[in-house]
């Protein structure tokens, strides 16, 4: 613990109040204010003969009362969070460890903080900068270096996304090989093997139990590779029974089989780890390119930087929640926005609607609009909808997915995006 008096630091085991040249230690909390000692259980400030109690850390300064969750020091209207302790006094600093003042909102970059658990975010709000920023470039010539600077690193983000994507569906069909591929060696183990088997070595000969010790547990539990090598022991198993000759060629295929099916999917999973770690860097360096891009909009367009930020940036998208499942309900005959949001191409919902008629989504410009192409959905049936069944290719300016009902009847609706 350090106490800072009129430029002296004084360090101290114990915890230690400074006044006027006056040391004061006590095995309790003390706070010294003008030659008062006050002691107290829990944490105290005093600031200008103010005693201040509070549950957390607290800092007074000229009668503010800051709360905060970190060790803080206050001096002369200067807040500053450290993770070790040090002292500020007028303005400068007295460093005895790191220390890491507290940021500024203004220079974080919202960008980068909102697309850190959500790549597919990140492109969302890629294409729609991108997109914007050539057209009005157009109007702006002034934007043109910033679109200029910009586009290969979105075309780098929308490439490594897709890549990602792809090794993630090439890494799932691996993952149902391996898994059809048990299925199918279980098949020949109880089907065409084991009654080849009986035939020679009855269920209770010495033999027998020596090619399957443990029944057929191995290959009915534990996980994929302890499965994979059950085939390798059985075969071992059989070794050189020339009785068991014909049905240990079948084994060692099988096994060979097993074997190629799994290193194709471990391979198909060191790709996507790989394209991940590509994807985040890419990410970054996108996300990074866009607050750049922010910070020169607003000193060229500093007296219309509202709609300049609109017009380029997805704020709606670099705003909303995280929400997955809107439900509700609509009229009978009536229409209804159900939400807004920046959607690509490949993206899909699931919706289902109670009640009777057919019921038509459109994906518009505005909260009413039916400009789109009509995707049916009958009542009381579940249905997956893809975005690009709605014809549309500017994504970034239709964003809002509307409702129409044509059933005499009210409804109800639950729809949830993947």
Same mark, same amino acid.
């Given at each position: 613990?350090?106490?800072?008096?009129?430029?002296?630091?004084?360090?101290?085991?114990?915890?230690?109040?400074?006044?006027?040249?006056?040391?004061?230690?006590?095995?309790?909390?003390?706070?010294?204010?003008?030659?008062?000692?006050?002691?107290?259980?829990?944490?105290?400030?005093?600031?200008?003969?103010?005693?201040?109690?509070?549950?957390?850390?607290?800092?007074?300064?000229?009668?503010?009362?800051?709360?905060?969750?970190?060790?803080?020091?206050?001096?002369?209207?200067?807040?500053?969070?450290?993770?070790?302790?040090?002292?500020?006094?007028?303005?400068?600093?007295?460093?005895?460890?790191?220390?890491?003042?507290?940021?500024?909102?203004?220079?974080?970059?919202?960008?980068?903080?909102?697309?850190?658990?959500?790549?597919?975010?990140?492109?969302?709000?890629?294409?729609?900068?991108?997109?914007?920023?050539?057209?009005?470039?157009?109007?702006? !010539?002034?934007?043109?270096?910033?679109?200029?600077?910009?586009?290969?690193? +979105?075309?780098?983000?929308?490439?490594?996304?897709?890549?990602?994507?792809?090794?993630?569906?090439?890494?799932?069909?691996?993952?149902?090989?391996?898994?059809?591929?048990?299925?199918?060696?279980?098949?020949?183990?109880?089907?065409?093997?084991? !009654?080849?088997?009986?035939?020679?070595?009855?269920?209770?000969?010495?033999?027998?139990?020596?090619?399957?010790?443990?029944?057929?547990?191995?290959?009915?539990?534990?996980?994929?590779?302890?499965?994979?090598?059950?085939?390798?022991?059985?075969?071992?198993?059989?070794?050189?029974?020339?009785?068991?000759?014909?049905?240990?060629?079948?084994?060692?295929?099988?096994?060979?089989?097993?074997?190629?099916?799994?290193?194709?999917?471990?391979?198909?999973?060191?790709?996507?780890?790989?394209?991940?770690?590509?994807?985040?860097?890419?990410?970054?360096?996108?996300?990074?390119?866009?607050?750049?891009?922010?910070?020169?909009?607003?000193?060229?367009?500093?007296?219309?930087?509202?709609?300049?930020?609109?017009?380029?940036?997805?704020?709606?998208?670099?705003?909303?929640?995280?929400?997955?499942?809107?439900?509700?309900?609509?009229?009978?005959?009536?229409?209804?926005?159900?939400?807004? +949001?920046?959607?690509?191409?490949?993206?899909?919902?699931?919706?289902?609607?109670?009640?009777?008629?057919?019921?038509?989504?459109?994906?518009?410009?505005?909260?009413?609009?039916?400009?789109?192409?009509?995707?049916?959905?009958?009542?009381?049936?579940?249905?997956?909808?893809?975005?690009?069944?709605?014809?549309?290719?500017?994504? !970034?300016?239709?964003?809002?997915?509307?409702?129409?009902?044509?059933?005499?009847?009210?409804?109800?609706?639950?729809?949830?995006?993947?």
């Amino acid at each position: 613990m350090i106490c800072s008096n009129y430029g002296v630091i004084v360090q101290a085991n114990k915890m230690i109040c400074y006044n006027y040249g006056v040391v004061v230690r006590e095995n309790k909390m003390i706070c010294c204010n003008y030659g008062v000692v006050v002691r107290a259980n829990k944490k105290i400030c005093c600031n200008y003969g103010v005693v201040v109690r509070a549950n957390k850390m607290i800092c007074c300064n000229y009668g503010v009362v800051v709360k905060a969750n970190k060790k803080i020091c206050c001096n002369y209207g200067v807040i500053v969070r450290a993770n070790t302790f040090f002292s500020k006094y007028y303005f400068h600093k007295i460093k005895q460890t790191n220390m890491d003042i507290i940021p500024w909102k203004f220079t974080d970059d919202q960008f980068e903080i909102e697309t850190r658990d959500s790549v597919k975010k990140a492109v969302i709000l890629s294409t729609f900068h991108d997109n914007n920023l050539r057209l009005i470039a157009i109007q702006f !010539p002034l934007l043109l270096p910033l679109y200029t600077r910009y586009h290969p690193l +979105h075309l780098a983000l929308l490439a490594g996304y897709q890549t990602l994507s792809s090794s993630g569906s090439v890494q799932q069909g691996d993952r149902e090989t391996v898994t059809q591929s048990l299925i199918d060696a279980k098949a020949l183990l109880s089907e065409n093997w084991i !009654p080849a088997i009986l035939p020679i070595y009855k269920k209770t000969s010495a033999r027998y139990l020596a090619l399957f010790p443990n029944g057929l547990k191995p290959f009915n539990s534990g996980g994929i590779d302890s499965r994979i090598a059950a085939y390798n022991v059985l075969s071992m198993n059989m070794g050189t029974d020339t009785a068991l000759a014909k049905i240990k060629a079948v084994v060692d295929t099988t096994y060979t089989s097993l074997l190629l099916a799994r290193s194709n999917q471990n391979d198909a999973k060191n790709t996507t780890s790989s394209n991940s770690v590509l994807l985040e860097g890419l990410r970054f360096a996108a996300m990074k390119m866009q607050y750049r891009n922010l910070g020169n909009i607003m000193d060229n367009f500093c007296d219309n930087i509202v709609t300049m930020c609109s017009l380029l940036f997805d704020l709606a998208t670099l705003r909303e929640s995280n929400q997955v499942v809107f439900a509700g309900t609509i009229l009978r005959l009536g229409s209804k926005n159900i939400l807004s +949001h920046t959607f690509l191409a490949t993206d899909q919902f699931a919706i289902k609607i109670i009640g009777t008629g057919t019921y038509k989504f459109y994906l518009s410009a505005t909260a009413t609009g039916t400009e789109s192409t009509a995707v049916d959905v009958l009542a009381n049936i579940k249905k997956t909808i893809t975005l690009s069944q709605f014809g549309v290719t500017d994504f !970034p300016n239709h964003r809002f997915l509307n409702l129409v009902s044509t059933s005499t009847e009210a409804g109800s609706y639950r729809l949830q995006l993947f």
